[in-house]
């Protein structure tokens, strides 16, 4: 298979490929996913054929993403994802334990948006700073 991409298409990609392994790999230690680690080498080797030798680093015949890369501004991207799924998550935790109802109805639905909107204005406004956990012990 060949695609031909612009040099500003080979960067994208590049990112994306990037991300995708992250999130994939990047927390599961030695049970690594390969396939996806050995088609992003695949990706950094390209780097210096498409005029982007910067982005890509060699090492006993492998490539990686070189230092100038990971510190490029991909890691923040990757942070703002990771930061916007937390409070999403945390936003719908805390609703539904607020309703404590297991099975949602269509009803529901709309009290759980709401709760889950009022929890979002608060962390736009205050991150965690007003969270606290109480013992009931």
């Not at 703002?80 to 945390?90: C, K, N, P, R, W």
């Not at 334990?97 to 639905?109: H, I």
Request: glycine share 6%.
């Amino acid at each position: 298979m060949n695609i031909e991409l612009s040099d500003k298409e080979f960067r994208r990609l590049l990112d994306l490929v990037y991300i995708g392994n992250w999130i994939l790999n990047s927390t599961r230690g030695e049970d690594r996913f390969e396939d996806y680690d050995l088609l992003q080498e695949k990706f950094f080797a390209m780097c210096a054929k498409n005029g982007l030798r910067a982005l890509s680093e060699s090492y006993m015949g492998h490539y990686f993403p070189s230092k100038a890369y990971e510190e490029g501004g991909i890691h923040e991207a990757i942070a703002d994802y990771e930061d916007a799924v937390f409070f999403d998550i945390l936003a719908e935790e805390l609703a539904r334990r607020d309703m404590m109802v297991e099975n949602l109805n269509q009803d529901d639905l709309r009290e759980l948006a709401q709760r889950m909107d009022d929890y979002m204005d608060e962390f736009e406004r205050n991150g965690i700073d007003n969270l606290s956990i109480e013992n009931a012990e």
